[in-house]
């Protein structure tokens, strides 16, 4: 089934679908598991009279499944209607986070692959399977405790302060090198400390 004849059955579905008796409608207050038996014995069917199969060649399943994804939406609209404005504004702050470990990651395997290409002495010492755990997990960096920092945008000002109250520290992972640690003082302390200064200095 093409994209548009898709579209052009899930409006007919809906449309057919509103129009049919108070008591066949789903309750969205209600899951749709305790509904449906309602689906599969008396919406489905009566949708299957209806519409024009000869146009959208279809079975049971597709039309059980658009029934499905609509009901889980609305629900999910009703959710965020009722919630209060403190869970609005934690679930804004909880995906900011995320945001924030994700462009981290994607800051750290830019850097790495970066001194790959430049042959840095420093990153050939360690194997792919040794880098590939501190791109991909957040407890190879810790998320800052303070900071300050004013922004202008047009006529606005923002200000980000963060407080340690707010986060919880990763545990750092198992299979973590000693050489990532904090208080490391192996062999490899005088490369790295050597490789950031030079960083630095540039």
Request: glycine share 2%; net charge positive.
């Amino acid at each position: 089934m093409t994209k548009d004849l898709r579209e052009a059955l899930r409006r007919d579905l809906f449309w057919k679908l509103a129009r049919m008796p108070q008591e066949t409608q789903l309750d969205i207050e209600k899951t749709f598991k305790s509904q449906k038996d309602l689906v599969v014995k008396t919406i489905v069917p009566n949708l299957m009279k209806t519409l024009d199969l000869d146009t959208y060649p279809i079975g049971e399943g597709v039309i059980y499944e658009m029934i499905h994804q609509q009901h889980h939406h609305k629900r999910d609209n009703l959710w965020i209607k009722n919630k209060s404005e403190n869970d609005i504004k934690k679930e804004t702050e909880r995906k900011h986070r995320n945001s924030q470990r994700s462009e981290k990651r994607k800051k750290r395997s830019k850097t790495i692959n970066n001194l790959k290409n430049l042959n840095d002495p420093l990153i050939q010492k360690f194997s792919n399977e040794e880098l590939r755990p501190i791109i991909t997990e957040n407890g190879y960096h810790s998320l800052e405790i303070s900071e300050n920092s004013n922004t202008t945008k047009g006529n606005k000002k923002r200000e980000w302060v963060y407080k340690p109250s707010e986060y919880v520290e990763e545990t750092v992972p198992n299979s973590t090198p000693s050489w990532t640690k904090s208080g490391y003082d192996g062999p490899l302390k005088n490369p790295v400390v050597k490789a950031i200064s030079k960083l630095q200095n540039k």
